[in-house]
């Protein structure tokens, strides 16, 4: 089958850098997703990743390497506004299902 | 704007009164999809459909029904509900084209006593 494993919580301050992991099990997938929701709220496309390697969008940056079956978001110069879940998810091509992890919760201290 | 609608945002029921949650978007997306959010569980995908008149179970599809007669709605239907489908359900669209981007409605919390 497929799964998704991520950290369920993570904590930094202000300011820093974050890496948020996500290993996972499957075969015959398109990439890796990355998703933000906030509390009370649904969640938002972040980041993809077809290939391997670093995908960079502003603060956000996305890494995958299939042969370690391995991937993670980095959030840099964390804001306040960055506490929330985030989620990886794993698209099938072979069945057209979207896996996603369990999530990992971001707290961001002053 | 472009966005997904879901209706009703809150519902509360009871056991076995059938209910509909309807799902459009704007985006003439083809692909549609229905997800529900338990705490701990993460998003588990209900029920998906690549185009019209085409749909697939996802991971957790017992107890629910769709339909995409239309490429815009997707309703979901919980023929006899029970609590234990009390949840956060979620709809979303993209095109076929990245699936993996996907547009979430706001959320439909129903609760089943």
């Known amino acids: 089958g497929q799964s998704l494993e991520q950290p369920s919580e993570v904590t930094a301050v202000e300011g820093a850098i974050v890496q948020i992991n996500c290993t996972y099990q499957t075969s015959g997938f398109y990439g890796l997703s990355w998703y933000q929701q906030h509390d009370g709220g649904a969640p938002t496309f972040l980041s993809y990743?077809?290939?391997?390697g670093l995908e960079e969008t502003g603060r956000f940056s996305s890494f995958l390497s299939r042969s370690d079956s391995y991937g993670y978001l980095l959030l840099q110069e964390l804001q306040m506004k960055d506490s929330a879940s985030y989620f990886c998810?794993?698209?099938?091509?072979?069945?057209?299902?979207?896996?996603f992890g369990q999530g990992t919760t971001l707290q961001v201290k002053p | 704007e472009a966005q997904v609608t879901q209706n009703p945002r809150y519902l509360i029921t009871v056991t076995g009164k059938k209910l509909t949650v309807t799902c459009s978007q704007n985006?003439?997306?083809?692909?549609m999809s229905w997800y529900r959010q338990d705490p701990g569980l993460g998003l588990r995908q209900i029920y998906y459909s690549m185009n019209v008149e085409v749909t697939d179970k996802g991971d957790v599809p017992e107890g629910y029904k769709v339909s995409r007669k239309e490429k815009r709605n997707f309703p979901l239907i919980l023929e006899s509900p029970s609590p234990n489908q009390t949840s956060l359900y979620f709809c979303?669209?993209?095109?076929?084209?990245?699936?993996?981007?996907?547009?979430f409605g706001p959320g439909t919390r129903l609760t089943v006593t």
């Open positions: 979303a669209s993209s095109t076929t084209y990245s699936p993996y981007e996907q547009y």
């Open positions: 990743n077809a290939l391997d």
């Open positions: 998810a794993l698209f099938s091509g072979n069945t057209g299902k979207l896996i």
């Open positions: 985006m003439n997306h083809e692909y």
